[in-house]
C-alpha cells in the first residue's frame, strides 16, 4: 500500500509524516518545487522546520508521483481545490479513495468539499475533520479525528488503513455533518479571535462557542446532517480546540481583525475568511439564521466595523435557548 499526499502545507506534511512514520511508503505532491527539493534533500519543511522528516515519504512537484498511491490524502485549501484536482485527475487511479482533509465551503459556488471533488474525479471520496494541529500530529502526540465516508464499512477501512496508536480515526456515515462542522467552526474562531483581542471576557468567549455550536448544528441540519455528528469530533472537539488557541489560523485572524497590532505566529491560509460568505449564502438559501457567522462575514466585508459587529450582536432581541 501507498499513501498519495496531495498539498505540501503544514496539514499536508504532518499526514505525510504520520503514514510514513506509521510505516507505509508515502508519496507527497507539492505545487512548489522549492518545497519538494526541500524535503528531499533537507527533510525539512518551512512550515514545520522544527521535525526532521521520515526518510519514507518521496515528495515532488511532478504529478505524475501520485500514480503510484492506491489511497489518496487531499490537503489542498478548498479555495484551490477544484483547480488542483482538475490538473491532477488523470494521474490519480480512479480506485484510490480520495481522503479530503480541508475544511471550508467554495465561496463563489457554496460548495462543498466533496461537492467539488466529486464534480472532478470518479474516485470514491471521504471526510477526514476534526480537533487536529499539525504541530501535534507531526510530532506523534495523541489526536482523534473523524473519517466519514459513503459508509461505515468504506469509513472502517480507511479508519484501519489511517490510524495508528496516536491517531485515531473514528468511522462515520455523515460526510456532511463532518464537513459543516469543520467549515463552520473556522468562521466561529474568528469571531473568538475578536473577542479575546477586545478583552470581552471568558464567559463571551464561551458564549460565542455556545451560540456559534447552535449555529452551525442548525446549518448542517437544514442540509441533511446528523445532530450527533456536530456533537462529536468533527462539530464541537474541533470548535473548541480552534477556538481556544492562539496556534490557530481562524483565531490568529480573529486577534489581528481585533486588535491589528497584535503579533501572532500561526501560519498558513485562514479558510475562515472565505468561508464566511459562503456560510452565509447558504444559510439564506436554507433558511437559517446564523446571527455570529453573519456579523464575522460583515466585518470581513468592510460592511461594518469590529465594535459595530460586537454591538450588533449585543443589540440581538433576546430569545428562548433552543
Known sequence: MTIGVIGAGSWGVALAQLCAAGGTPTVLWARRSEAAKDIMLNRRS??????????AIEASDDPAILRRADTLLCVVPVQGMRDSLTMLASHLSEQAPL?????????????????????????????????????????????????????????????QRLGTQSFRPYASDDQIGAQIGGAIKNVLAIACGIVVARGLGESARAALVARGFAEMTRLALALGA???????????????????????????TGLKLGDP????????????THTAAAA??????????????ETV??????????????????????????
Open 46 to 55: 518551512a512550515y514545520l522546520p522544527e521535525v526532521a522528516l521520515h526518510d
Open 297 to 322: 462575514h460583515a466585518i470581513l466585508s468592510g460592511e461594518i466595523g469590529v465594535s459595530g459587529g460586537i454591538e450588533q450582536l449585543l443589540t440581538r432581541p433576546l430569545i428562548a435557548e433552543e
Open 261 to 272: 497590532n497584535r503579533a501572532t505566529t500561526a501560519l498558513g491560509v485562514s479558510e475562515g
Open 99 to 159: 481522503v479530503l482533509c480541508s475544511k471550508g465551503v467554495e465561496r463563489e459556488t457554496c460548495a462543498l468539499p466533496s461537492e467539488i471533488a466529486a464534480h472532478v474525479t470518479p474516485n470514491p471520496l471521504a471526510i477526514l475533520s476534526g480537533p487536529s494541529f499539525a504541530a501535534d500530529v507531526v510530532r506523534g502526540l495523541p489526536t482523534a479525528v473523524t473519517i466519514a465516508a459513503k459508509t461505515l464499512n468504506e469509513a472502517t477501512a480507511l479508519q
Open 280 to 293: 452565509v449564502a447558504l444559510a439564506k438559501k436554507h433558511n437559517v439564521e446564523m446571527p455570529i457567522c
Open 226 to 252: 446528523r445532530r450527533e455528528t456536530l456533537a462529536g469530533l468533527s462539530g464541537m472537539g474541533d470548535l473548541v480546540l480552534t477556538c481556544a488557541s492562539e496556534r490557530s489560523r481562524n483565531f490568529a
